[in-house]
């Protein structure tokens, strides 16, 4: 779906270091999500939005922070990266209003590398 | 809290051959299970879902089962083809449009 798009798609970046992850969608969709993906542990919920004004956290959201700067943009911070942050990050969007509202269209994924 | 259990985490078939996926949730008031297909280097998408008030759907080849009772459901792919190598996850939600819980993944490879 090139309707969701993340930026950047690879970053390497050292221990401490600041990182923001972008992701934005031209799908009128009002629901926003961030995953990670680990081998053998599936997807695991970082934040979830459902609105401009809604934040939420999910399974996993230490160490992380979002910001939903709009209804087509939510990014993801990590505060000060740690090697075991090392993953595949993926943003999801769903859209309450539309005739599939459970169904989440995922990004195509930002690898990020914490060394 | 909430989970999702899904068996096996790998999955070898002969092409041709019948795949079952199977999947356990935790939160009794689940009521929509959505199986998601992620080839390799690509995003996950969704190839079937079934909600709580349905037993059982079709769509070609693919089907999912649910028993509500014994909060299990399953993944049936038949004829299967390489093409369908992947890893397939199984998800649970208890709202409409709300957070989805994943499962582990199970990783299909289907043999020539």
């Known amino acids: 779906d090139a309707d969701v798009t993340q930026t950047p798609r690879n970053r390497i970046t050292k221990t401490g270091k600041r990182i923001m992850l972008e992701c934005s969608q031209t799908k009128g969709h009002d629901r926003m999500y961030w995953y990670r993906q680990d081998p053998g542990l599936g997807l695991r919920l970082i934040y979830y939005?459902?609105?401009?004004?809604?934040?939420n956290k999910g399974e996993i959201s230490d160490g992380y922070s979002v910001s939903r700067q709009a209804q087509a943009k939510f990014s993801l911070s990590l505060e000060s990266a740690i090697p075991n942050q090392t993953a595949l990050y993926f943003c999801a969007t769903s859209g309450a209003g539309t005739g599939r509202p459970d169904t989440q269209y995922f990004g195509p994924g930002t690898r990020l590398t914490v060394l | 809290g909430e989970n999702v259990e899904q068996h096996p985490s790998t999955l070898s078939v002969q092409e041709g051959d019948s795949a079952v996926i199977k999947c356990t949730y935790s939160d009794s008031a689940s009521n929509y299970f959505p199986w998601y297909k992620q080839e390799l280097g690509k995003r996950p998408q969704l190839i079937i879902d079934?909600?709580?008030?349905?037993g059982e759907k079709k769509d070609q080849r693919i089907a999912v089962t649910l028993n509500k009772t014994a909060k299990h459901f399953s993944l049936h792919i038949t004829e299967t083809q390489p093409e369908d190598s992947a890893v397939y996850f199984c998800a649970a939600s208890r709202n409409q449009g709300g957070k989805l819980i994943f499962g582990q993944g199970t990783e299909l490879s289907v043999k020539p």
């Open positions: 079934i909600r709580s008030n349905v």
């Open positions: 939005s459902f609105d401009v004004k809604d934040i």
